[in-house]
T-cell receptor, first 120, second 112 residues
Framework: EVQVVESGGDLVQPGGSLRLSCAAS????????MGWVRQAPGKGLEWVSA???????YYPDSVKGRFTISRDISKNTLYLQMNSLRAEDTAVYYC??????????????WGQGTLATVSS | DVVMTQSPLSLPVSLGQPASISCRSS???????????LSWWQQRPGQSPRRLIY???NRDSGVPDRFGGSGSGTDFTLSITRVEAEDVGVYYC?????????FGQGTKLEIK
């Protein structure tokens, strides 16, 4: 069974850092495009990062230079390193597994999410 | 960025009645390879989003056949033939044809 389980969400002060983890099971993470999508409280959905099977990465302007996506093949785990955090980064962060054929043009499976709160 | 506009934003429906949600994109979603990457997502209260439809009209495994997707170019529709209580939640469209991939604002379906 395909599963992705996020962890690492916490309360952090503005300007601080947080690392989110996404443990994958039921598939080999490195052979799929993977991504992170966030949802601010009561708001809609926004892609914040993606990584292709070849290792190429994507970031929107809102997080470029502050967020870094990476993966540990030996642990079958995806990460999102978030630095210089702002109040507007407060959100539930979802780990997403994308389609084997079309990558994140066709996201397939989401985890349950982890809440990151940026507040003093 | 491609702007995805859903309507209505709130959809009260009686049990057993049909429902439809519109999603319009600010530019054509036909990808250079010919495919159209428009998907529909259901988010039940307290849950993460679940994909219902991909590439406009392909229903995911396990999704009831009362859900259907249609459309082309810039205009797309999610239809539910007979609404059931378990359909309550927020529905999102998402385009994957142009980077950055973007979502609609969401449509909240409730039982009248």
């Amino acid at each position: 069974e395909v599963q992705v389980v996020e962890s690492g969400g916490d309360l952090v002060q503005p300007g601080g850092s947080l690392r989110l983890s996404c443990a994958a099971s039921g598939f080999t993470l490195s052979t799929y495009h993977m991504g992170w999508v966030r949802q601010a409280p009561g708001k809609g959905l926004e892609w914040v990062s993606a990584i292709g099977s070849s290792g190429n990465t994507y970031y929107p302007d809102s997080v470029k230079g502050r967020f870094t996506i990476s993966r540990d093949i030996s642990k079958n785990t995806l990460y999102l390193q978030m630095n210089s955090l702002r109040a507007e980064d407060t959100a539930v962060y979802y780990c997403v597994r994308c389609s084997p054929n079309f990558g994140c043009k066709n996201p397939e499976h989401w985890g349950q999410g982890t809440l990151a709160t940026v507040s003093s | 960025d491609v702007v995805m506009t859903q309507s209505p934003l709130s959809l009260p429906v009686s049990l057993g009645q049909p429902a439809s949600i519109s999603c319009r994109s600010s530019q054509s979603l036909v990808h250079s390879g010919g495919a159209t990457f428009l998907s529909w997502w259901q988010q039940r209260p307290g849950q993460s989003p679940r994909r219902l439809i991909y590439q406009v009209s392909n229903r995911d495994s396990g999704v009831p056949d009362r859900f259907g997707g249609s459309g082309s170019g810039t205009d797309f529709t999610l239809s539910i033939t007979r609404v059931e209580a378990e359909d309550v939640g927020v529905y999102y469209c998402m385009q994957g044809s142009h980077a950055p991939h973007t979502f609609g604002q969401g449509t909240k379906l409730e039982i009248k």
